[in-house]
């Protein structure tokens, strides 16, 4: 996003963390991902800097709270990157590691800046048994709620991370929904689209399924928190119910697999439909998702979702729980199917449902891609630059 707002002709600088930064404490490069792309970045290592034994004092005191990083350390870093670039709009990525010390910046008078937070879904939601969130101790919540004053407008990624918002006690007119932007232009992706028939057979090729087999596919970080030791437990429901249906799990070898999935699978008799493609990245993602009939997102608890937009970006439709906040686009649209987190038997049901009735499946697939047009890059940055322009509520 922030090479297509340096394309539209607006200015761009950023501020990265690197640790173990060889250059020294700090660092500035006239490019961020790489030459050429005309963003100014200013690097720093959150572990040197004289001034951490000025701030040392007060980040004891933080530190356990802010992810055992020190808060104003950070402060501080911001501010000299504030002095450096003097911009009109300072944007956060997430609302908790930069967002707080950038909010508590403001509220001290320290910075004039426009201050625009996303919340991504972990900066805020509350699932420290699936891995995910922050634990809320009392320490957690006063950073987060003592931030959000301080914050011009806070855009959150989908409208259960609103609701969060507005129960920590955020203002509802500063709050804008505004999802994440596929990475993918939509270019690509309606040429991924008509290409969907070709890559159904080459992608079974490449993994031993065959050709005519119902084939559904997650693609996913295969931690716990994303559920797939539900899909395993429905597994051999679904597979009794779709002969010849096989399961292609993408992703990570997270241990969780051989620790929560793998083992159920086994003891069903079923491993041998699942094959394993380890992670996928760049087109492929897009290419794999073409493939399958049905992407399954079986999540417990997480902001977004965006695998299950990238899915229906190239027409394959989802079924996804409502422990995803893409559920409520899912719905809207009518583009799939949503179930409780954590309901076995309401995934395998659904599944069953949607790999036996193909007719369906052919209407959600074009609302899938409908439904994808609201995260096209274009749209998204339009978005941002109406934040980064609008005045703050009195």
């Not at 050429?36 to 530190?63: A, C, H, Q, S, V």
């Not at 994303?226 to 119910?241: F, M, N, P, S």
Request: glycine letters at 8%; proline letters at 5%.
């Amino acid at each position: 996003m922030l090479c297509k707002l340096r394309s539209l002709g607006h200015e761009v600088c950023a501020l990265e963390e690197q640790r173990d930064l060889v250059q020294g404490a700090r660092w500035f490069s006239e490019y961020f991902k790489e030459q050429g792309d005309g963003i100014p970045t200013l690097w720093y290592d959150p572990r040197r800097g004289l001034e951490k034994l000025l701030t040392w004092p007060f980040d004891r005191i933080f530190r356990r709270a802010f992810e055992g990083r020190n808060l104003v350390h950070r402060m501080w870093v911001i501010a000299r990157a504030l002095r450096r670039f003097a911009p009109d709009v300072v944007a956060c990525s997430d609302g908790f590691t930069y967002a707080i010390p950038a909010a508590f910046l403001k509220r001290l008078g320290l910075m004039r800046a426009r201050l625009v937070v996303s919340y991504i879904g972990g900066d805020i939601l509350d699932c420290p048994e699936y891995g995910v969130g922050k634990r809320r101790t009392p320490m957690v919540s006063w950073l987060i709620r003592n931030s959000l004053p301080g914050i011009d407008s806070l855009r959150a990624l989908c409208d259960s991370l609103a609701r969060i918002l507005i129960r920590e006690g955020a203002d509802p007119s500063r709050i804008t929904l505004l999802p994440i932007q596929l990475l993918a232009s939509m270019t690509t992706l309606d040429d991924i689209y008509s290409r969907r028939g070709q890559l159904r057979a080459s992608v079974r090729q490449r993994y031993g399924i065959p050709l005519d087999a119902p084939l559904i596919i997650t693609i996913s970080g295969n931690h716990k928190g994303k559920g797939l030791q539900d899909l395993a437990a429905a597994w051999a429901d679904i597979t009794a119910a779709v002969p010849g249906c096989r399961w292609l799990m993408c992703g990570p070898d997270n241990p969780w697999l051989e620790h929560g999935v793998w083992p159920v699978l086994r003891a069903q008799g079923t491993s041998g439909t699942v094959h394993f493609t380890g992670s996928l990245s760049g087109n492929d993602v897009f290419e794999h998702m073409a493939a399958a009939d049905l992407h399954v997102n079986p999540t417990l608890c997480e902001g977004l979702n965006m695998v299950t937009v990238e899915a229906a970006s190239v027409g394959t439709p989802s079924v996804t729980s409502d422990g995803a906040g893409i559920s409520d686009w899912v719905q809207a649209n009518q583009a799939g199917l949503v179930v409780p987190a954590g309901d076995v038997p309401a995934l395998a049901k659904a599944v069953i449902t949607a790999m036996q009735d193909a007719a369906t499946r052919l209407t959600w697939q074009e609302r899938s891609r409908t439904m994808a047009t609201d995260f096209s890059q274009d749209k998204i940055a339009t978005g941002l630059l109406k934040l980064f322009r609008a005045q703050s509520p009195s």
